[in-house]
T-cell receptor
């Protein structure tokens, strides 16, 4: 079946540090890949997506590249801010069904 | 444009009591989803509707859970009777169905249920 594996958190960084959150997936066929972010007390918000191999999704300084050869979709940001503190979910979509990872909490300190 | 609306935001009930959650999707979105999110986990699909039809309810525990989407717009998810293990966040999402890979699901804020 389909599955998503994310690095465990929390990830603790200082402001302006470089961020990487690893995500790998297992899926049949060619899924679309997503990163969602969940701020405290809020629902999930789409952060970025990629629909085919080698696509790069980007938004708000975050980016991730769909790597079919390594079945990965790692999230990166060059300089994090305190306001980026949230839980980040990697997900794949196949036939309208989203499969999520367990989420990675990011804590950014001033 | 308004996002996905859910109510209530929080609900505390005693076990064996019934509970219902309501969702209003983004206007024009024909696909509606209910997800269950346990603490420290990612959301898991309970049921997916295409208009009024439940097209995927394979993960819905039908002995105690039920859902409906009358008129293909609003939806209600019900639990009767609730058990302690049902304590979780119930998320609703909607999307505009189209070509595979082009749909994006938009989530509501969720209903946080605590069963005592």
């Amino acid at each position: 079946g389909n599955s998503v594996t994310q690095m465990e958190g929390p990830v603790t960084l200082s402001e302006e540090a470089f961020l990487t959150i690893n995500c790998t997936y297992t899926a049949t066929g060619y899924p679309s890949l997503f990163w969602y972010v969940q701020y405290p007390g809020e629902g999930l918000q789409l952060l970025l997506k990629a629909t085919k191999a080698d696509d790069k999704g980007s938004n708000k300084g975050f980016e991730a590249t769909y790597r079919k050869e390594t079945t990965s979709f790692h999230l990166e940001k060059g300089s994090v801010q305190v306001s980026d503190s949230a839980v980040y979910f990697c997900a794949l979509k196949r036939y309208s069904t989203l499969t999520f990872g367990k989420g990675t909490m990011l804590l950014v300190s001033p | 444009e308004a996002g996905v609306v859910q109510s209530p935001r929080y609900k505390i009930i005693e076990k064996k009591q019934p509970v219902a959650f309501w969702c209003n999707p983004i206007s024009g979105h024909n696909t509606l989803y209910w997800y269950l999110q346990n603490l420290g986990q990612g959301p898991e699909l309970l049921i997916r509707y295409e208009n009024e039809e439940a097209v995927d309810d394979s993960q819905l525990p039908k002995d105690r859970f039920s859902a409906e989407r009358l008129k293909g717009v609003d939806s209600t998810l019900k639990i009767q009777p609730a058990e302690l293990g049902d304590s979780a966040v119930y998320l609703c999402a909607s999307s505009l169905s189209g070509r595979e890979g082009q749909e994006t699901q938009y989530f509501g804020p969720g209903t946080r249920l605590l069963v005592l």
